[in-house]
């Protein structure tokens, strides 16, 4: 393997991997703000009890994610330095107004609300949580300003001397329509996460608790848990649907190749079908290929809301473009991974679906159960919706292949700010470097999984805390305190 392909399956794993916490960070963090403002209005103990035991799962994956993510700026610079020249003075703003405007905010105030507990007012202590929740969004978008520019360019020229990109509109940028797209659907994805992941812990020690014979915990604490749970899933598996019909829509305006391969559409035709299952070589021939489940006309519906207009080929794709930029180059990405990544994106959305389904069947009217097959839908639906928003990012960044910058062909398009992932890896990196840093990356990597997965089954697995006392200043109102004792840890 060349340096280009290593360079490639370095990116894509430490991605993948760093991706895995981002949306229960994203969602976790505004369900734990709510629980406190639960707390904070009604001083209902339960509210307290469960913002301190989803807050310290939310701690553990927020600093796992940080030390992940790291690694990604740095192989822009490093791996993909061919790239950076090109594009770094676009790609860079979002990045830098990400760290500046919405990371050092969320970092500070998550510093406050660990450490401030019996520091700050209840009230102000609450704003430092909710400063977390919206930061970790805001930073949510201006990471996905810089990716959406990748995939449409927009505000940006080549500039003639240098042959770089270079900004001229950043309000563009910030208001490109393809991340008015994908930020809504990545926010819902992330709150359908956070709320499988609320609903199916809240769901296993509901049973258990039930189980042991206490009934009265497992309904005032772990059912209220599991039923912010599954309003969560309800209102965001709705927005997942609206956003990502907006989606596709776009992708067929802006990306015609992608969607298509993400059909395995070879030849283009009237009323393209849904196909659910595609059997053959998937390879880039499109030979052989043979859709046994199709549902007539509805990826024509979901690219342009007519059951009839015709799709475009992939074949057809591959033409136009070799018209467009060039002969020599294969311009169509992997099918295989574009198809079946496209798929177990949504396929996956059934963990969710199944243990919304069960809650909704079995708590009603103020119930509470103790059958074990909830408990089991229960965890394993929690890996449901990290697994399919992996699958999503997978499908959104190999469908835009062999384009790192893909090009804006549109009407209301730029020339010539496009790039292949090919011309963007660094010139001067060598396969063993790159083997070097993957083989040390993914060795850590693992040990920071296993350090994850240890410290979340071992706080989750101890439960609620039987009792929470009010550790606000104005509890202690009064009383002696002592000013000379240090500053604790919250948990």
């Known amino acids: 393997m060349d340096a280009l392909d290593l360079a490639r399956w370095q990116f894509g794993i430490t991605t993948v991997y760093h991706f895995i916490f981002v949306p229960l960070t994203i969602g976790l963090a505004p369900l734990v703000a709510l629980m ?15 913002t301190k035991f989803f807050g310290k799962l939310l701690l553990i994956n927020f600093a796992i994610g940080v030390a992940t993510g790291i690694v ?7 791996n993909w330095s061919e790239y950076s020249r090109f594009v770094g003075d676009v790609f860079g703003a979002p990045l830098a107004m990400e760290a500046l405007a919405a990371f050092f905010i969320e970092s500070t105030f998550l510093g406050l609300w660990i450490f401030g507990w019996d520091k700050l007012p209840r009230r102000i202590h609450l704003a430092c949580i909710w400063a977390v929740a919206i930061a970790s969004n805001v930073s949510a978008y201006f990471i996905l300003a810089a990716n959406s520019w990748m995939q449409h360019p927009v505000g940006a020229t080549i500039d003639p001397e240098t042959g770089r990109a270079q900004m001229t509109d950043i309000g563009a940028v910030l208001s490109n329509v393809t991340l008015l797209a994908a930020f809504p659907h990545t926010l819902a994805a992330s709150f359908l996460t956070a709320g499988t992941f609320v609903a199916g812990i809240g769901a296993w020690w509901m049973v258990r608790t039930v189980r042991r014979g206490d009934t009265d915990t497992a309904r005032v604490v772990y059912r209220p848990a599991v039923v912010m749970g599954v309003v969560t899933m309800l209102v965001s598996g709705v927005a997942i649907t609206a956003t990502g019909d907006w989606q596709a829509k776009l992708m067929y305006d802006q990306q015609p190749m992608k969607m298509s391969s993400a059909e395995a559409l070879c030849e283009g035709e009237n009323g393209a079908a849904l196909s659910l299952l595609t059997i053959g070589d998937l390879s880039n021939s499109c030979e052989g290929v043979s859709h046994l489940i199709t549902i007539p006309g509805v990826t024509s519906y979901l690219a342009s809301g007519d059951f009839d207009s015709y799709l475009p080929g992939v ?14 180059v294969d311009y169509r990405p992997n099918l295989a991974v574009t198809y079946w990544s496209f798929r177990l994106m949504i396929g996956l959305g059934i963990g969710s679906a199944a243990l919304a389904a ?20 229960g965890l394993l639906a929690i890996p449901t919706p990290f697994l399919a928003s992996s699958f999503g990012w997978i499908f959104t960044e190999m469908g835009r292949q062999p384009w790192v910058v893909a090009p804006n062909p549109n009407p209301t398009g730029i020339d010539g700010v496009w ?5 963007g890896v660094s010139s001067v990196v060598s396969p063993g470097m790159v083997i070097a840093s993957m083989v040390a990356f993914t060795a850590l990597y693992g040990a920071l999984a296993v350090v994850w997965f240890r410290l979340m089954r071992r ?9 929470e006392h009010d550790p606000s200043p104005e509890a202690r109102a009064g009383g002696s305190d002592d000013p000379d004792r240090p500053l604790s840890f919250a948990y």
């Open 358 to 377: 069960g809650a909704l069947l079995l708590l009603r009217k103020g119930r509470v159960t103790g059958r074990r097959w909830f408990a089991t839908v």
């Open 419 to 423: 790039l292949l992932t090919a011309t």
């Open 459 to 467: 706080y989750a697995s101890e439960g609620v805390a039987d009792t």
């Open 72 to 78: 990604q700026e740095f192989q822009f610079g490093m």
């Open 36 to 50: 406190q403002t639960f707390w904070v209005r009604t001083r209902d103990e339960k509210w307290l009890r469960l």
């Open 315 to 328: 074949t057809e794709l591959q033409e136009r473009s070799e018209a467009l930029y060039g002969d020599g």
